[in-house]
């Protein structure tokens, strides 16, 4: 019996996989697929942003030069060692088509940011990142299993049994990370709620007769939109058909070439299609992301849009967010109610990203209603606050946890924050044990943190740049849990260790 079986070898799956194994957890990976290579996660519809979160992620558990040298990324993290504000982004985004203007995002009025060695965003492949993760996974002893398609789910007061044809696959606790068609979110019975779709987007590769006759990039037009990227021969494009025709049937040349020319207004030819995949805004999420002994994480928990790229980005948030407390609770180290933060923190970031969808296709709607609301964005993006505001949302620089602190830090993504010696918060966390990071004098949370030494790693001296902070407790996930002033509290840091942590150990 592993301690923890995940369905879904994605990106995803695979995160949540090197978390656990990680902490020290037993873990099987199960995917359906006969293997990782598929076109669709290669060049050029393979082609995801990974935001500023989640390169911190790769960051802080030693992955970032990897996923940097895979996705064909330059990035010296050593340009400006001594600098305390972070870089300007290189991509702003957008919204609903109307790009945003990188430049213009003031970086200073970023909450708690500080320079860090990681860009503030990277382009790459779905294949490049699951490379990296099935690399990291394997240094860890993860057994991974393609060709296995799950169809039962039986669970009990002490485990889950997954079944697969004749063959049955037994865990402490079961994670489906298998995608918006989730075969676990339906054997295990989660109640999934939200809006049906408003169109049908379609992504190809294709060879077109006549390219100048599309303009580069997003063009909203009076039948639809259609996007032409950089990319040669990539073609987006977003039919308002209420997405009747999504997986209905395989769309031929002749279908594609008849909704390009409708939502283009030209009459471009397509002269092949050489790889087409199909989507709509359908935006749905379950009501909970914990059933027992089964829990969901990415797109099995939640579905919209790809517009603006967040679906990758908040299924890592997941998979950071849940990898430490379900290991926690494997260990039986874990406070009571630990586990359930998990839905209680994620549920509400993932109903903002959905929101943010419907809004996008609201906006992108073909009608007089919906070009007046662009207009008005347009004006709004265009300002520096506009800007600033639309790449805090889909960098993931606004999320904030509701911990029961008044402290404006606690619950963020802590900041980059570096001893005068050069030791940063990153360096410190890639065996994924917590941090308390104390910059008092007298370095007076030594004791105290001795007490979780096996879960929080303890470092001490006087910082490049503290913030005002006397000490800080973050937790596995990046997430700051504790922030003192210039004299800590020693018992106030006891108790959040306690309650993130459990008791501490006896000696």
């Given at each position: 019996?592993?301690?923890?079986v995940?369905?879904?070898?994605?990106?995803?799956?695979?995160?949540?996989?090197?978390?656990?194994?990680?902490?020290?957890?037993?873990?099987?990976?199960?995917?359906?697929?006969?293997?990782?290579?598929?076109?669709?996660?290669a060049?050029?519809?393979g082609?995801?942003g990974?935001?500023a979160?989640?390169?911190?992620?790769f960051?802080?558990?030693?992955m970032?030069?990897?996923?940097?040298?895979?996705?064909?990324?330059?990035?010296?993290?050593?340009?400006?060692?001594?600098?305390?504000?972070?870089?300007?982004?290189?991509?702003?985004?957008?919204?609903?088509?109307m790009?945003?203007?990188?430049?213009k995002?003031?970086?200073?009025?970023?909450?708690?940011?500080?320079?860090s060695?990681?860009?503030?965003?990277v382009?790459?492949?779905?294949?490049s990142?699951?490379a990296?993760?099935?690399e990291?996974?394997?240094?860890?002893?993860v057994?991974?299993?393609?060709g296995v398609?799950v169809?039962?789910?039986?669970?009990?007061?002490?485990?889950v049994v997954?079944g697969?044809?004749?063959?049955?696959?037994?865990?402490?606790?079961l994670?489906?990370?298998?995608?918006?068609?989730?075969?676990?979110?339906g054997?295990?019975?989660?109640?999934?709620?939200?809006?049906?779709?408003?169109?049908?987007?379609?992504?190809?590769h294709?060879t077109?007769?006549?390219?100048?006759?599309?303009?580069?990039?997003?063009?909203?037009?009076?039948?639809?939109?259609?996007?032409?990227?950089?990319?040669?021969g990539?073609?987006?494009?977003?039919?308002f058909?209420?997405?009747a025709?999504?997986?209905?049937?395989?769309?031929?040349?002749?279908?594609?070439?008849?909704?390009?020319?409708?939502?283009?207004?030209?009459?471009?030819?397509?002269?092949?299609?050489?790889?087409v995949?199909?989507f709509?805004?359908?935006?749905?999420?379950?009501?909970?992301?914990?059933?027992?002994?089964?829990?969901?994480?990415?797109?099995?928990?939640?579905?919209?849009s790809?517009?603006?790229?967040?679906?990758?980005?908040?299924?890592?948030?997941?998979?950071?967010?849940?990898?430490?407390?379900?290991?926690?609770t494997?260990?039986?180290?874990a406070?009571?109610g630990?586990?359930?933060?998990?839905?209680?923190?994620?549920?509400?970031?993932?109903?903002?990203?959905?929101?943010?969808s419907?809004?996008?296709v609201?906006?992108?709607?073909?009608?007089?209603?919906?070009?007046?609301?662009?207009?008005?964005i347009?004006?709004?993006?265009?300002?520096?606050?506009?800007?600033?505001?639309?790449?805090?949302?889909?960098?993931?620089?606004?999320?904030?946890?509701?911990?029961?602190?008044?402290?404006?830090?606690?619950?963020?993504?802590?900041?980059?924050?570096?001893?005068?010696?050069?030791?940063?918060?990153?360096?410190?966390?890639?065996d994924?044990r917590?941090?308390?990071?104390?910059?008092?004098?007298?370095r007076?949370?030594?004791g105290?943190?001795?007490?979780?030494?096996?879960?929080?790693?303890y470092a001490?001296?006087?910082?490049?740049?503290?913030?005002?902070?006397?000490?800080?407790?973050?937790?596995?996930?990046?997430?700051?849990?504790?922030?003192?002033?210039?004299?800590?509290?020693?018992?106030a840091?006891?108790?959040a260790?306690?309650?993130?942590?459990?008791?501490?150990?006896?000696?």
């Amino acid at each position: 019996m592993h301690d923890v079986v995940i369905v879904g070898a994605g990106p995803v799956g695979l995160f949540l996989a090197c978390e656990l194994s990680l902490a020290g957890c037993s873990v099987l990976v199960l995917e359906r697929e006969p293997g990782p290579h598929s076109p669709f996660k290669a060049e050029p519809l393979g082609m995801r942003g990974l935001s500023a979160a989640s390169v911190e992620a790769f960051y802080r558990r030693g992955m970032l030069q990897q996923v940097l040298t895979a996705s064909g990324v330059h990035h010296d993290p050593g340009a400006d060692p001594d600098a305390d504000e972070p870089s300007a982004p290189r991509l702003g985004g957008h919204f609903a088509g109307m790009v945003v203007d990188p430049a213009k995002v003031d970086v200073a009025a970023l909450p708690y940011r500080l320079s860090s060695p990681a860009p503030q965003d990277v382009l790459t492949y779905l294949e490049s990142i699951e490379a990296v993760l099935s690399e990291q996974a394997s240094k860890l002893d993860v057994e991974i299993r393609y060709g296995v398609t799950v169809s039962t789910i039986v669970q009990n007061d002490e485990g889950v049994v997954a079944g697969a044809g004749a063959d049955e696959y037994a865990a402490r606790w079961l994670v489906g990370c298998d995608g918006g068609r989730s075969a676990v979110r339906g054997l295990a019975g989660f109640e999934f709620v939200g809006t049906e779709p408003q169109f049908t987007g379609y992504s190809m590769h294709a060879t077109v007769a006549e390219p100048e006759k599309l303009r580069p990039g997003f063009n909203p037009t009076p039948t639809g939109m259609y996007l032409q990227p950089p990319n040669q021969g990539q073609i987006g494009m977003m039919d308002f058909d209420g997405g009747a025709f999504d997986r209905s049937q395989p769309p031929t040349l002749d279908h594609l070439q008849a909704v390009l020319r409708r939502v283009s207004g030209t009459d471009v030819t397509l002269s092949k299609v050489h790889l087409v995949s199909t989507f709509t805004d359908r935006a749905m999420q379950t009501t909970t992301y914990r059933q027992g002994r089964v829990l969901l994480a990415g797109d099995a928990a939640h579905i919209h849009s790809p517009l603006g790229g967040q679906g990758l980005n908040t299924g890592i948030g997941d998979a950071l967010n849940l990898g430490w407390k379900l290991a926690a609770t494997v260990h039986g180290n874990a406070p009571d109610g630990l586990l359930d933060t998990y839905t209680r923190e994620r549920h509400p970031i993932a109903e903002r990203v959905l929101d943010w969808s419907r809004a996008q296709v609201a906006a992108m709607r073909p009608d007089p209603h919906a070009q007046a609301i662009q207009g008005v964005i347009r004006d709004l993006i265009g300002t520096r606050d506009g800007t600033t505001y639309v790449f805090e949302r889909v960098s993931g620089s606004s999320i904030r946890y509701d911990l029961g602190s008044e402290h404006p830090l606690v619950g963020r993504n802590a900041p980059e924050l570096r001893l005068e010696n050069g030791t940063r918060l990153g360096d410190l966390m890639q065996d994924g044990r917590g941090v308390a990071l104390d910059f008092s004098t007298d370095r007076c949370l030594r004791g105290s943190a001795m007490g979780w030494e096996s879960r929080i790693r303890y470092a001490a001296g006087p910082a490049r740049n503290d913030l005002g902070l006397g000490a800080v407790l973050v937790r596995p996930d990046g997430v700051v849990a504790w922030a003192g002033d210039r004299t800590p509290d020693r018992e106030a840091f006891e108790r959040a260790a306690g309650h993130w942590f459990g008791g501490p150990e006896i000696h």
